[in-house]
């Protein structure tokens, strides 16, 4: 833990037989770090979800062409011993995700533990996250914090599990889509309340960048004349808390 801003990335060396959890940008460009650059560049191997979206941000970010594998929800357990057979055979990989940290609500968490289970390092060179991005700027309390991903898509399920933590003494952190959006909102309002504070993130770090912070009621009623495109995140304070 003692190593020097300088030891990197000049002094990192990608290491045979060994899996990099790799973080890229969720937006934009410039906030991909020189050690994942380096990384991407020397690795043998690359496994992502999309191998279009990969080759795109390889290309953008200049990096040679690198041979990539396909690595995704469907066919992540089928490929989790092969992937980790070819590590311990020699080859250095790279694991992404189309955004973000992988594992965090993207596929990567069974590889993960193959490698484990087998011995193999695996090293993470870190990044964004989106969860933790909007957590950051939302001005909600930050001394506890409880990671969901997406909620479940039928407004029952979703409904359930917001009742169940409704006296959660922490702020929550979740995912949505822009098709669901609206529906997460009216579940929040129905079930926590039209004061409970919230903070809604959308398309961070791109161009048309939103933060919404405030009641529900208020964050809906300003939701009414704003974009509902991109992917969104959306920070629940505890119960009581007020801005």
């Not at 062409?65 to 250095?92: F, M, Q, V, W």
């Not at 161009?207 to 405030?214: A, D, S, V, W």
């Amino acid at each position: 833990m003692s190593e020097l801003p300088g030891d990197t990335p000049s002094g990192f060396q990608i290491e045979p037989a060994t899996l990099y959890v790799v973080s890229t940008p969720i937006g934009n460009l410039e906030d991909a770090t020189p050690r994942s650059i380096h990384c991407l560049s020397q690795v043998d191997q690359i496994a992502c979800e999309d191998t279009r979206v990969t080759g795109k941000l390889l290309k953008l970010l200049g990096i040679p062409e690198k041979p990539l594998i396909s690595y995704r929800d469907e066919n992540e357990k089928i490929l989790s011993d092969t992937l980790a057979d070819s590590i311990a055979a020699g080859t250095s990989l790279a694991l992404v995700s189309d955004a973000g940290t992988p594992t965090c609500s993207d596929p990567g968490f069974r590889l993960i533990r193959a490698c484990r289970r087998a011995g193999l390092p695996v090293i993470p060179i870190p990044g964004i996250t989106a969860s933790a991005t909007a957590l950051s700027v939302s001005g909600l309390p930050t001394d506890g914090h409880l990671f969901v991903g997406f909620l479940p898509p039928k407004a029952s399920a979703r409904q359930r599990f917001l009742e169940s933590h409704k006296e959660f003494p922490y702020t929550l952190v979740l995912y949505e889509s822009t098709h669901r959006i609206e529906k997460l909102l009216d579940d929040i309002l129905a079930v926590l309340g039209p004061d409970r504070v919230i903070h809604m993130a959308r398309e961070m770090t791109k161009r048309h960048e939103t933060y919404l912070t405030g009641s529900v009621a208020t964050v809906m009623a300003e939701m009414k004349t704003r974009s509902k495109k991109g992917e969104f995140v959306v920070c629940i304070a505890r119960q009581g808390f007020a801005l």
